[in-house]
């Protein structure tokens, strides 16, 4: 086997491949961790209880998650684009957990009464 850079032959050890790879390999810069993506779920959730909380009722609780909701995922994207999307993952993952929690309640609330809670 011949080496592509001096032209000289060699024979491989077999601990690393022999020749050029097939194709690059990339990297990626800044990987994501595992403590990212709880940090940014952790503040989602946080985010997410105390806005819910300032609701006095089912409606009140789930408006002012969709509100809280679209607060973080706009700030995700900005970490997506600008800083940690660790981070960000960790906030989309939670935000769409809470919204799926007030569609719950908004279903639940609807089957038992029969009225739209929402208007």
Do not use: C, K
């Amino acid at each position: 086997m011949t080496d592509p850079y001096d032209g000289g032959p060699r024979n491989p050890s077999g601990l690393f491949p022999a020749g050029l790879p097939r194709r690059p390999t990339y990297r990626e810069p800044h990987q994501i961790d595992g403590a990212a993506v709880l940090l940014g779920g952790v503040v989602a959730t946080t985010w997410l209880m105390l806005f819910g909380l300032l609701g006095t009722g089912v409606r009140g609780y789930v408006w002012w998650t969709l509100f809280a909701g679209g607060i973080a995922w706009l700030v995700a994207l900005l970490l997506v684009r600008h800083g940690d999307r660790g981070v960000a993952t960790g906030v989309a993952i939670v935000v769409g957990g809470g919204w799926s929690i007030a569609a719950a309640v908004v279903a639940s609330r609807w089957m038992v009464s029969g009225d739209w809670p929402l208007w």
